[in-house]
């Protein structure tokens, strides 16, 4: 469950991996159209964590520090996997042509 940006009212978010969900979510109580936001230090961490794989591999004391901080770094991505932040989605852009289809033809 997520906060909706909004009406700070909770969101069940769907799976992560579930993309046809994510492009539908909204929130139950204002309506306003969802979309999650990009995890903040994914990237970051999963540098670190090579970083750390080399750093192992200067005694046990660094490998047994290396390991405690890989485990860390797994345990936070997988709370940011779980718990997404969440952020209003953009309007749609007006379109520039309208097909008045309705009209009978002449």
């Known amino acids: ?30 309506a306003a159209r969802l979309e999650r936001k990009n995890p903040r230090y994914t990237m970051a961490m999963s540098g670190f964590f ?7 591999r200067l005694g046990h004391r660094f490998a047994i520090v290396a390991e405690a901080l890989m485990v860390v770094i797994i345990v936070v991505i997988t709370v ?4 997404p932040q969440l952020q209003l989605r953009k309007p749609l852009p007006k379109a520039e042509v309208e097909l ?7």
Not at 5 to 22: G, I, M, Q, R, S
Not at 100 to 106: A, G, H
Request: glycine share 2%.
């Open 80 to 83: 940011e996997f779980m718990r």
């Open 50 to 56: 090579i970083a750390l794989l080399s750093l192992g």
């Open 1 to 30: 469950m997520a906060k909706c940006p909004a009406c700070e009212h909770e969101v069940v978010t769907p799976f992560v991996l579930n993309v046809d969900k994510w492009r539908w979510l909204a929130c139950p109580h204002c």
């Open 100 to 106: 008045k289809i309705s009209d009978p033809p002449n």
